[in-house]
């Protein structure tokens, strides 16, 4: 067995897959509600869903500690490390890491992701499966960036709310979309690591639809695709597009996820994303 040179460490944007190397160690941000603070992994999907159908305080998120980051260092147990960061466009996560350099006594490596959640998934899967092989951090960065080049990531949620309540959109838009019935189909900007509404639908299942189309708009008919589907609180969503994608494009891999708590504060609990690539991963083809 080959002995990796460096361990990966990533943070709670990540929404893993069983079907990929992403049992790494990840760094939790916390989810407040009023004065009371759980890591991510301490609260289920179905107690946040129950709190935010309440009338209780919206819940907040917190980046991940300095501190925290050191824990998922030491956790590894390697003087080396990679640590893969939710874009630092929607997150402090970053400085944070940046900040526990001085507390670890090893070599850090730090990669802002400039995306999250299945995205960020793909390109750990690439970190990691360098580790594995025995490569070095050079060359799991330069797979990392061409998993990134290659990957798109849209999402469509059910309700403008939450983003509202959250302070991520105007009280003026919210309202508008709501009464409209708007759902926007919306995309992870690599190049400002940033949300970029790219479409509407008139409705959630036409927001799926949009969904699919924006892949197959990028990729064009027929490419073949490794697709990573995200789903809130109904799983049939990502059943539904994965039938979509298949209407379109051989697929060579695909999984499915639940979107994480502190990523559901933001959509709300029905939420529906994709992140696509085209082809075999780098280090295969």
Same mark, same amino acid.
């Given at each position: 067995?080959?002995?990796?040179?460096?361990?990966?460490?990533?943070?709670?944007?990540?929404?893993?897959?069983?079907?990929? %190397?992403?049992?790494?160690?990840?760094?939790?941000?916390?989810?407040?509600?009023?004065?009371?603070?759980?890591?991510?992994?301490?609260?289920?999907?179905?107690?946040?869903?129950?709190?935010?159908?309440?009338?209780?305080?919206?819940?907040?998120?917190?980046?991940?500690?300095?501190?925290?980051?050191?824990?998922?260092?030491?956790?590894?147990?390697?003087?080396?490390?990679?640590?893969?960061?939710?874009?630092?466009?929607?997150?402090?996560?970053?400085?944070?890491?940046?900040?526990?350099?001085?507390?670890?006594?090893?070599?850090?490596?730090?990669?802002?992701?400039?995306?999250?959640?299945?995205?960020?998934?793909?390109?750990?899967?690439?970190?990691?499966?360098?580790?594995?092989?025995?490569?070095?951090?050079?060359?799991?960065?330069?797979?990392?960036?061409? =998993?990134?080049?290659?990957?798109?990531?849209?999402?469509?949620?059910?309700?403008?709310?939450?983003?509202?309540?959250?302070?991520?959109?105007?009280?003026?838009?919210?309202?508008?979309?709501? !009464?409209?019935?708007?759902?926007?189909?919306?995309?992870?900007?690599?190049?400002?690591?940033?949300?970029?509404?790219?479409?509407?639908?008139?409705?959630?299942?036409?927001?799926?639809?949009?969904?699919?189309?924006?892949?197959?708009?990028?990729?064009?008919?027929?490419?073949?695709?490794? =697709?990573?589907?995200?789903?809130?609180?109904?799983?049939?969503?990502?059943?539904?597009? !994965?039938?979509? =994608?298949?209407?379109?494009?051989?697929?060579?891999?695909?999984?499915?996820?639940?979107?994480?708590?502190?990523?559901?504060?933001?959509?709300?609990?029905?939420?529906?994303?994709?992140?696509?690539?085209?082809?075999?991963?780098?280090?295969? %083809?």
């Amino acid at each position: 067995m080959t002995t990796p040179q460096f361990a990966v460490v990533t943070d709670g944007g990540l929404d893993a897959y069983a079907g990929l %190397k992403n049992s790494v160690p990840i760094v939790p941000f916390s989810v407040i509600f009023g004065v009371e603070s759980f890591h991510t992994h301490d609260i289920s999907r179905q107690e946040l869903y129950r709190r935010l159908e309440s009338n209780g305080p919206h819940p907040t998120s917190a980046q991940p500690t300095p501190q925290d980051w050191l824990h998922g260092y030491e956790q590894t147990g390697q003087r080396e490390v990679l640590a893969v960061t939710i874009s630092s466009g929607l997150s402090g996560s970053l400085n944070s890491a940046e900040q526990s350099r001085s507390l670890f006594p090893g070599k850090l490596t730090i990669q802002d992701s400039h995306t999250l959640s299945a995205a960020q998934a793909f390109q750990v899967h690439a970190a990691q499966t360098a580790a594995e092989r025995g490569e070095s951090i050079e060359t799991a960065l330069k797979w990392m960036k061409q =998993v990134s080049d290659e990957t798109e990531l849209f999402f469509t949620i059910d309700t403008l709310e939450y983003l509202r309540r959250g302070g991520r959109i105007g009280r003026v838009q919210a309202t508008l979309g709501g !009464l409209l019935n708007l759902k926007p189909v919306i995309h992870v900007d690599k190049s400002t690591g940033t949300y970029e509404n790219v479409a509407r639908a008139r409705s959630y299942k036409g927001g799926i639809e949009a969904v699919v189309a924006q892949v197959t708009k990028k990729y064009g008919e027929g490419t073949p695709l490794r =697709v990573g589907f995200l789903y809130g609180n109904i799983q049939e969503d990502a059943d539904t597009a !994965l039938e979509l =994608v298949r209407a379109h494009h051989p697929i060579m891999w695909h999984g499915k996820a639940p979107v994480n708590p502190v990523l559901n504060i933001h959509t709300g609990p029905r939420a529906l994303g994709i992140a696509a690539a085209p082809g075999a991963w780098p280090w295969e %083809k």
